[in-house]
């Protein structure tokens, strides 16, 4: 097996700096091989911090030049606006996906995309162009509360997503160790008080609009990485990881649920529960996620006749299901090197240093 994913892993790191680089230096990417970068020029901001964080955490970029680095936290910091948003220009208010119970906004993306920014030029200890001072008055405990209590627990991915970039961001800006703790206490008692006790979840418990088991474990994923980086207990873990060993079993699916499955069972190894269990379906599930990699390398997120858009962005970037992205290469490699680190450890690979999909402390709930 140690051959098998060393080989994956030269595959795809073949693919992300190779087949979708743009420019003669290669630092910079397209989405796809399907990516018009004269349409969707913003669209290579992705396609980038999606790539540099895979080569991270394979351990490719461990030999880049600073130059190199340079040249790419210059790249990501072009887009950042004076308020500290890393922000896509090209998303219009009206081509963002609105519904009954369910509204994305220009927020939720700009956060999203905020947090994986923040991610390369953390891990290559750079510095970001402008403070991040839109999110100054969420160090507020009374703010903090407020936000918390807005959260529209219908669509448990949406929010788990907004709480968890929100958090990255207050670890990040919050220098004094004693009201970082305050803060995080607000938020992990929070979790506590509104989790639905039969599913260890949030929102499948909704009182109008409550959400699917699968929903609630998609958006349970993000929350869940406050308490792994405060080395907290979360509660009906039993819960939890009976839904997930379901999950799991039902073999490969979408780049954001299998990577969110096995990053729930991988830190729930610690807990003493079916862990025989866990680690076969573990197991299991890497053979069959290192067959679904394509021919050229990399990923697909599905392979269906469907469409891959952005979050929330409905009338604009899409690009056909079943191409290698830059997107499911990197979240199929972090899916890959947790079941490795937890069952096998035999590589080091670099696991980003903030809250949010690719963040593992290998450490938690170990004394």
Excluded at 174 to 195: A, F, G, M, V, Y
Excluded at 303 to 315: E, H
């Amino acid at each position: 097996m140690k051959n098998k994913i060393k080989f994956s892993i030269d595959r795809a790191n073949c693919f992300l700096k190779n087949t979708n680089s743009v420019g003669k230096d290669g630092l910079i990417k397209k989405c796809s091989s399907f990516h018009d970068i004269q349409r969707y020029p913003d669209m290579r901001l992705v396609a980038t911090y999606n790539a540099t964080n895979a080569l991270i955490l394979s351990g490719e970029y461990n030999s880049i030049n600073s130059a190199d680095k340079e040249k790419i936290i210059k790249y990501i910091n072009s887009y950042q606006t004076v308020n500290g948003y890393y922000e896509l220009s090209q998303i219009k208010e009206n081509e963002i996906w609105k519904g009954v119970s369910i509204d994305y906004t220009k927020d939720y993306i700009h956060n999203h995309v905020t947090n994986y920014c923040l991610s390369v030029i953390k891990s290559f200890k750079g510095e970001t162009k402008y403070p991040l001072s839109f999110m100054h008055s969420y160090l507020s405990e009374e703010n903090l509360i407020n936000y918390l209590n807005k959260r529209r627990l219908s669509d448990p991915w949406l929010e788990g997503n907004n709480i968890v970039n929100l958090t990255s961001f207050i670890i990040n800006e919050e220098k004094d160790s004693n009201k970082l703790n305050e803060l995080i206490d607000i938020i992990i008692n929070w979790h506590n008080k509104t989790q639905d006790p039969l599913t260890g979840y949030w929102g499948t418990n909704h009182k109008t609009y409550p959400a699917s088991l699968l929903e609630g474990m998609a958006g349970a994923a993000h929350n869940f990485h406050i308490y792994y980086y405060f080395n907290r207990e979360i509660p009906n873990y039993k819960k939890i990881i009976d839904s997930c060993l379901i999950f799991i079993n039902q073999g490969v699916q979408s780049a954001c649920i299998d990577v969110d499955v096995v990053d729930i069972l991988v830190n729930m190894i610690p807990y003493n529960y079916k862990v025989d269990q866990i680690k076969k379906s573990l197991e299991n599930f890497l053979v069959k996620l290192l067959n679904f990699q394509n021919e050229d390398g990399g990923f697909a997120d599905e392979k269906t006749n469907s469409v891959r858009r952005m979050d929330g962005w409905v009338l604009g970037y899409w690009e056909p299901q079943g191409l290698s992205n830059c997107f499911a290469t990197w979240f199929r490699l972090i899916t890959i090197a947790l079941i490795e680190s937890a069952i096998y450890g035999e590589r080091d690979w670099v696991f980003r240093n903030t809250i949010g999909i690719g963040y593992f402390n290998k450490n938690y709930l170990r004394g």
